[in-house]
């Protein structure tokens, strides 16, 4: 976590950045009670939905323009900053009249370019903070492009939010975390401020603490997280929503890692394991270069026979065999396919290059 990163954006920081508020603005009423439990609690600022992306028509599609007036009464009456979601440059437009302290594209906006640019145009000259959430579908090329298209239209404050992916294996969450994808944006953006919105992996109350945990682990810069005053009567996303005493004492209960230690003992013994993880990569890669040698030798074979570069019988079989290796080695079935699945794409391509030449 690096609270630096939000140095100008001007937002009260107190543990970390803090985005908590409503699914959805219901009604003046729920708004205003949920700023109220918010208030002086460290939030940097309340969200709620305006405009609700609903994947099916016919469900609770968000109060629209109303919203933004008791956004807009709550931040008077208990100071809190507020932001909420824009998906097109109508919405962008009612949002700075209202003078909205903060904006976020939605992961169903962030999958469409033509909405981005449609948005990053309409905030030209602005240095509104935006908040990009990543695609349903797990591209990071997406992601990236859309806050490239926000920063060449100028504006400075941008961060994302990992919100997760969809996916249609069965799982415990509502959006697969798929980790590697923030890690991935973290290291090819290290300047852009991280958050993660548990509320949307998770899907169920009570998985929010877990992955929230585990955000702060990987050095996420903060948290939104969808808070409501009766979650069980929330229009959208019920199941999901923590009240606000749930959510601050989930908060209250994290634990914060930094990056580095200053304690000799750690650095020292972190050196010596260091050590042996790079010269274990060194020997991989080696055996890796060997490997593939003898791959090229029998792509060679295989065009001289007319035989086919993909042997479907052989790679089941060597799938088979790994996979129980490796669990006799504590690496998950997973890891293995993936690993031997992206050493065989090499070994393909490497085949068929030379095959093709
Ligand atoms: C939301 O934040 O309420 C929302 C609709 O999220 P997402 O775009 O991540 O689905
Ligand atoms: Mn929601």
């Known amino acids: 976590m690096d609270n630096s990163k939000f140095q100008d954006w001007g937002f009260p920081i107190d543990k970390m950045f803090l985005s908590a508020g409503p699914c959805s603005a219901e009604s003046q009423a729920q708004v205003l009670e949920t700023a109220q439990a918010l208030a002086g609690q460290g ?37 809190l900053k507020i932001g909420t979601e824009v998906a097109e440059p109508s919405h962008v437009e009612a949002c700075l009249e209202f003078g909205m302290d903060i904006l976020w594209v939605g992961a169903r906006t962030t999958t469409n370019p033509f909405s981005v640019q449609a948005i990053a145009d309409a905030l030209k000259g602005t240095d509104v903070p935006v908040l990009v ?16 298209r926000l920063a060449n239209a100028g504006l400075t404050r941008l961060g994302a939010i990992h919100r997760g992916f969809s996916s249609t294996l069965e799982m415990r969450y509502r959006n697969a975390p798929n980790w590697k994808m923030p890690i991935e944006l973290k290291r090819r953006m290290p300047e852009i401020p991280l958050i993660c919105d548990p509320s ?18 990987l050095l996420f810069d903060g948290l939104m997280v969808e808070v409501h005053p009766d979650p069980s009567n929330a229009l959208s996303d019920a199941a999901q929503q923590l009240t606000p005493d749930q959510f601050l004492s989930m908060v209250g209960s994290l634990e914060l890692s930094h990056e580095q230690s ?23 890669l080696d055996l890796l270069g060997q490997r593939m040698d003898i791959v090229r030798k029998m792509g060679k074979l295989k065009a001289d ?26 690496l998950s079935e997973d890891f293995v396919l993936q690993l031997m699945q992206s050493i065989h794409e090499e070994a393909i391509r490497q085949q068929e290059a030379n095959r093709l030449d």
Do not use: Y
């Not at 968000?62 to 100071?79: F, S, Y």
């Not at 959430?133 to 490239?148: F, M, Q, R, T, V």
């Not at 949307?200 to 682990?217: N, T, V």
């Not at 570069?309 to 490796?326: A, C, F, N, S, Y």
């Open 43 to 79: 939030i940097s600022f309340l969200r709620a939905g305006i405009w609700k992306p609903r994947t099916r028509p016919g469900s609770f599609e968000g109060v629209g323009l109303k919203g933004l007036a008791w956004m807009d009464h709550a931040r008077t009456e208990t100071g």
């Open 262 to 284: 200053d304690s000799p003992v750690f650095i020292n013994r972190m050196s010596e394991l260091r050590e042996g993880v790079d010269e274990l990569d060194s020997q991989l």
């Open 133 to 148: 959430k990543n695609p349903i579908s797990a591209d990071i090329g997406l992601w990236i492009g859309a806050i490239e």
């Open 305 to 330: 026979q007319h035989v086919s570069t993909l042997q479907p019988h052989r790679w089941q079989e060597i799938v088979r065999d790994r996979i129980k290796k490796g669990s006799g080695l504590d």
């Open 200 to 217: 949307h992996i998770c899907g169920k109350a009570d998985l929010i603490s877990g992955i929230a945990q585990e955000a702060m682990d």
